[in-house]
């Protein structure tokens, strides 16, 4: 948080950041040190931003989004699936092969749980609860 405004604005520019973070990752050679010091900078950030969400968002959701519980569940389960692999990664060095494959599976979760939060979760909060 702390980038001002209000819990959907701020989220969707954490969620920004993390695209921009996998951006500079993947802009880098392969097997590159600065690689794994972005991973970390990643990691933080997404463990920040999964916190952040599981504060302020779901237990809105929970209270005004039509069928909110089953919502909120799938996407803490989301969470608990991508900390996982988060975890795999932090081990794992940038010269490690399976560096690149872990680094694509996360990418792949993140999008996904970001499309589904853009697309659909924070405009069905919107509707139906006030800033
Ligand atoms: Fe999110």
Redesign the pocket.
Known sequence: MGHGGNVIEE?TT??REVDELFDRIESLPAGDKQRRELADELTIELVR?SVA?EMHLYPAVRTHVENGDSLADKEISDHATVEQHLKDLEGTEADDREFDHLLATLKLEVSD??QD?EAHLFPMLAISCPP
Do not use: P
Request: charge should be negative; charged fraction near 40%; aromatic fraction near 0%.
């Open positions: 989220l954490d969620h931003h969400e749980h970001v939060e």
